[in-house]
């Protein structure tokens, strides 16, 4: 393992290689972004500057001024306008981040992601340091397939990279406030200011927001899915000649949201049946802040980033860039994952950990070649601690039905909490029980990359590369478990029938204790992943596009700990990598008012991995054998008048895990996890003058998604139906766009749809349901100066 001392060295160094004057490529500024539609936005997926449809790979990008247009406040929302994309938000410490129906979202710190995140340019894809804002962006691009070489090896199935807009000379700034239905308040903007030297811009967003599930419980002091999040942004850029420029960018984001209304159907509350979009009843733990950190449901998490960017021209047709990062993110939520009043499954999840990067990378441009080549090194340290906390009574009356005839009757009424009462004669009413058990990740890679295009003539590109790697990984296990009291009192049918279940040793199943002692295990890995692509301009305005490349999802060094003879012991599955091999071809065009693109791919998995709820709070991750994914993306925008743009877009998808598995033989024929079949997005922006410097402008949409399962293997009872959405955004503006009065509306036909469910209430027979967004609708006014 690289020591900190050895990378701070060669983060410097870069950095001093860099403070020589030279050029440094600009980067499209919000406005000039906005200017572009379609496939003419600059984009820098390929570590230059480039427009969409010169990129020989699938990808779809969106300004920020689109971004605005659309009213999208988060990436889950945004990504309902991306074909192949679906983000599953269940909380910010817990996004689900799909790409042609892979998802990357556990949040164990001993696996890795299949999705990079980039923001401005550094990884930050650990799953509960990567949830962030996007206010104030230049663009999202999302680029699609294995990108190994231009954004590493968490770069599976594809890669997202926010790009924040950066300070620019002169003057000015945007003030926002707005408020909507269920106390919906927003309070955003930025200020720029400098000269062609030196700029600084502070950007925020803060917003708040009353839950949208009612929760009856008297414990809790806020409905479920409450949000009160603040984003901080500061950046400088330093450009002390013509030929070089710097950029420092601070970020601070916070979450102080409500509960995740995980909801039972099988357990009712005092309105009747368990309803996942009616009032749920989740009390949590009485002994919530002493064993879980918060005597309220919901999330407390903060996220430090900085990145520093240097990028410099030293000769004629080479240029050196450095990008360094440095992201620390701290998380504690409490969740109540019975979806019930019953104290049974009261679990937190405090996540914790540090990450930082350094890359450096040479470019070389001439009429006939573009290379690239350099070097990447990525560390993390970070951990995932899981307390629980329930009564031994209520947890095995509800477990096991028995006794008192079940968990919660059809009143609403716990009556499982009769249960210790009932085993004990009455001398005593509860015995609280509470575990922890934690697990440890080291991450490091280091990695040599280089890519190279060679254009015959100008109307052709052929373009190689592969990034070599090499990864150590060391995880670590400790879990704190006492033994519980109860099921040595039941009579020997009832503890007979419980141990089957993992109960004896520990309440929750299968959890053991590891005597104070961390358990390691550590291993490392090499690998080489190539991709060749190849452009050919039709003409001016159309180019085709073919492109073969290697994903690669890292190994899990799976450690947690098992019972022996001799007492507990390591217990480690080394899971192998995953390995996709992507194959897919297109074009995309661009003439006067229209533009567009049409990509068809098939992907190739050897060794998916899959991860698996527990019945102790906890997932694991399995080999399910082999894989495969086929599938078809357009986009298209038209302008038939300067101030008319229609859009739309389509992703199809047919991918699964291959049948006759004898591998998995569970998941064999299996669809993937928040895989919709169909994915589509159409509407239309106006954007009219009115006269007197007034304009008018309006953006309705509409989105769908067929649909999904939310576990493996797949089942009826955790699926969602077909979801079709309509949205709109609209304001007239005055003073040639000095102030601006908006209106918007989300889900208009207040459409009732699942986020999630199964989750970890699944792990135990009960699976639990989340519901999606109402109706949002409300008003903005916005200051420009």
């Known amino acids: 393992m690289i020591s900190r001392p050895s990378f701070a060295a060669a983060l410097l160094a870069s950095v001093s290689f860099c403070t020589t004057p030279a050029f440094a490529q600009a980067s499209a500024q919000p406005e000039d972004a906005g200017e572009r539609s379609g496939n003419d936005i600059i984009v820098t997926a390929q570590k230059i500057e480039q427009r969409a449809q010169d990129v020989p790979i699938t990808i779809s990008a969106l300004s920020g001024q689109r971004i605005a247009e659309l009213g999208v406040g988060d990436l889950d929302e945004l990504s309902s306008y991306i074909p192949g994309l679906n983000i599953q938000e269940q909380s910010a410490n817990n996004p689900g981040i799909v790409i042609r129906g892979i998802t990357s979202d556990s949040g164990s710190s001993q696996q890795g992601p299949r999705v990079t995140l980039y923001y401005n340019g550094v990884d930050i894809s650990r799953s509960r340091g990567s949830y962030q804002a996007i206010y104030d962006l230049e663009r999202v691009e999302v680029i699609k397939g294995p990108q190994a070489t231009l954004f590493g090896t968490a770069s599976a199935v594809g890669a997202i990279s926010l790009t924040s807009a950066r300070p620019r000379e002169g003057f000015s700034g945007t003030l926002t406030g707005g408020y909507g239905n269920f106390g919906q308040t927003l309070l955003s903007g930025f200020l720029n200011a400098g000269n062609d030297v030196i700029a600084g811009r502070v950007a925020f967003e803060w917003k708040t927001r009353d839950g949208y599930v009612e929760n009856l419980s008297p414990r809790q002091k806020r409905d479920l899915y409450a949000q009160d999040q603040l984003g901080i942004r500061a950046s400088l850029r330093y450009t002390p000649t013509d030929t070089l420029t710097v950029d420092l960018i601070g970020t601070f984001d916070r979450q102080d949201n409500g509960g995740t209304p995980f909801i039972s159907r099988a357990l009712p509350t005092e309105d009747g049946p368990g309803n996942p979009f009616g009032r749920a009843n989740l009390g949590g733990s009485p002994l919530s802040a002493q064993v879980l950190g918060n005597d309220q449901l919901g999330l407390d998490r903060k996220v430090y980033d900085v990145n520093l960017t240097a990028s410099y021209d030293f000769a004629d047709g080479w240029n050196f860039t450095t990008v360094n990062g440095y992201r620390r993110f701290d998380s504690a939520e409490v969740f109540d994952a019975d979806g019930s009043a019953a104290w049974y499954l009261e679990f937190a999840e405090i996540a914790k950990g540090w990450q930082a990067s350094h890359e450096g990378r040479f470019n070389y441009a001439d009429d006939h070649w573009r290379a690239s080549f350099g070097w990447n090194v990525f560390v993390e340290d970070n951990f995932q601690r899981v307390p629980f906390s329930g009564e031994e009574g209520t947890f095995i009356g509800c477990l ?111 959890q053991v204790d590891t005597g104070g002692r961390t358990f390691t295990a550590q291993q490392s890995y090499a690998a080489i992943l190539p991709r060749f692509n190849a452009l050919y301009r039709l003409s001016p305005a159309v180019n085709v596009y073919a492109t073969i490349s290697k994903g690669r999802r890292s190994p899990v060094v799976q450690l947690n700990a098992r019972a022996s003879a001799a007492g507990a012991i390591p ?19 661009s003439h006067g008012g229209i533009s567009g693109s049409l990509g068809v791919y098939y992907q190739k998995y050897d060794g998916f991995q899959v991860s698996v709820q527990q019945a102790n709070g906890t997932a694991i991750t399995q080999s399910a054998g082999s894989a495969g994914n086929l599938g078809v993306e357009a986009e298209l925008s038209i302008r038939p008048v300067r101030w008319l743009n229609v859009f739309g877009n389509v992703g199809y998808i047919d991918g699964g895990i291959d049948r006759n598995n004898s591998f998995a033989p569970a998941f064999s024929g299996a669809r993937f996890r928040l895989q919709p079949k169909w994915q589509a997005a159409g509407g239309f922006t106006v954007d009219a003058p009115l006269g007197g410097g007034m304009r008018l402008f309006a953006t309705p949409s509409i989105t769908h998604r067929s649909s999904i399962f939310f576990e493996l293997p797949n089942s009826s009872a955790t699926s969602q139906g077909p979801v ?62």
């Open 400 to 510: 096991a039905g028995a006794l008192t005839g079940g968990c919660v009757n059809a009143a609403g009424t716990v009556v499982a909490a009769g249960t210790t009462a009932q085993v004990t004669g009455g001398r005593l009413t509860q015995i609280p029980y509470s575990s922890v058990t934690e697990n440890q990740g080291q991450n490091d890679s280091y990695s040599v990359f280089a890519d190279t295009t060679w254009i015959p003539v100008p109307a052709l590109e052929l373009t190689a590369g592969a990034r070599v790697l090499i990864e150590q990984r060391k995880s670590g296990y400790i879990a704190s478990v006492p033994r519980p009291i109860l099921p040595a009192l039941l009579p020997v049918a009832l503890r007979a029938q419980l141990a089957a279940r993992g109960v004896g040793a520990s309440l929750v199943p299968n």
């Open 571 to 589: 217990n480690v599955q080394r899971v192998p990598e995953e390995v996709v091999w992507n194959y897919e071809g297109g074009i995309k065009a």
């Open 724 to 785: 079709t959405l309509v949205n709109a955004r609209a304001g007239i503006s005055f003073a040639d766009g000095a102030y601006e009065l908006t209106g918007f509306i989300r889900n208009a036909f207040d459409r009732d749809y699942l986020l999630d469910a199964g989750n970890t209430g699944g792990g135990f027979g009960i699976p639990t349901y989340i519901p999606g967004e109402p109706r949002f609708y409300g008003a903005q006014a916005t200051a420009r100066f």
